[in-house]
């Protein structure tokens, strides 16, 4: 099985919150061989700069911040090297794809980008908090978990 896990997915992992537990799930399937995790590059940037906002709201104190920051850095780290996680690059292919899905849904780049990388791996599911973006995938035959 290949998820595809888009920033809101991924902070799930680290900041308890709804849908948390479904990516324990693909976490835990991904660890003993049954499935394995994708996500743009593009999300490390977006899951850093949420975890800063959260910081800032004061939904994380600065302690917790910087837990959640190290425990992400050092799992994906971990996961890639033991070959269970993968990044998708930020191609020019994949926003140019991207473009006509953002007219044809009035989306954000970022989340059209989500799409067409899911698509450029053949994930079996993209896995998101974001009621849009799994909305907008099924319509495009992507299939998607919505965590919310």
């Known amino acids: 099985m290949r998820f595809y896990l888009d920033s809101s997915a991924l902070l799930k992992r680290y900041i308890m919150e709804r849908g948390t ?3 324990e ?9 049954e499935a394995s995790l994708h996500l743009s590059t593009w999300n490390i940037g ?13 939904w994380l104190g600065e302690e917790e911040h910087r837990a959640a920051r190290k425990a992400f ?5 971990r996961l890639m090297k033991l070959g ?12 140019t794809e991207s473009w006509p899905l953002v007219e044809r849904y009035d ?6 980008l989500q799409i067409a990388s899911a698509r450029s791996i053949d994930a079996d599911e993209l896995v ?3 009621r849009r973006l799994a909305d907008v995938s099924e319509a495009e035959a992507v299939k998607a978990t919505y965590l919310g």
């Open 73 to 77: 850095i050092m799992e994906m780290a």
């Open 128 to 130: 998101t908090g974001d």
């Open 84 to 95: 269970v996680a993968e990044l998708v690059p930020v191609r020019s292919s994949l926003l």
């Open 21 to 23: 537990e479904k990516v």
């Open 107 to 112: 989306i954000y780049q970022a989340d059209a």
């Open 46 to 58: 977006e899951a850093l700069g949420a975890f800063g906002k959260y910081r800032r709201r004061g």
């Open 25 to 33: 799930e693909v976490y835990l399937q991904a660890l003993n061989g």
